[in-house]
């Protein structure tokens, strides 16, 4: 089995299976809702949803969906899942800048 080890900037993991050790950026959680908000807004925006719909039709709070937007609050797996419902996309399309 491979070990990961963690580094300031980056994590390793080294596999034992005689694979190469592969080197990943390490990402903090301010990023990640800062991604997943900028990919809500873009495709809220190509759909023509407003934030208040997408909350509504969600089922999140407004109040709170517009916290998570400005990086205020972190929005739970479940209310991410319901998002990606509304948008009618995969939720990993939240994570991912490059997805269409």
């Known amino acids: 089995m491979g070990r990961i080890r963690l580094g300031k900037d980056r994590v390793v993991y080294d596999s ?31 759909r023509d949803i407003t934030m208040t719909a997408l909350a509504d039709f969600a089922g999140v709070g407004r109040r709170s969906l517009h916290r998570a937007l400005a990086g205020d609050e972190a929005l739970t797996v479940d209310r991410l899942a319901k998002i990606a419902e509304a948008l009618e996309v995969h939720p990993k399309q939240l994570l991912d800048e490059d997805e269409p």
């Open 16 to 46: 034992e299976q005689g694979f190469p050790a592969h080197t990943v950026p390490a990402v903090g959680p301010a990023e990640i809702r800062a991604v997943i908000a900028r990919r809500i807004r873009a495709l809220a925006k190509e």
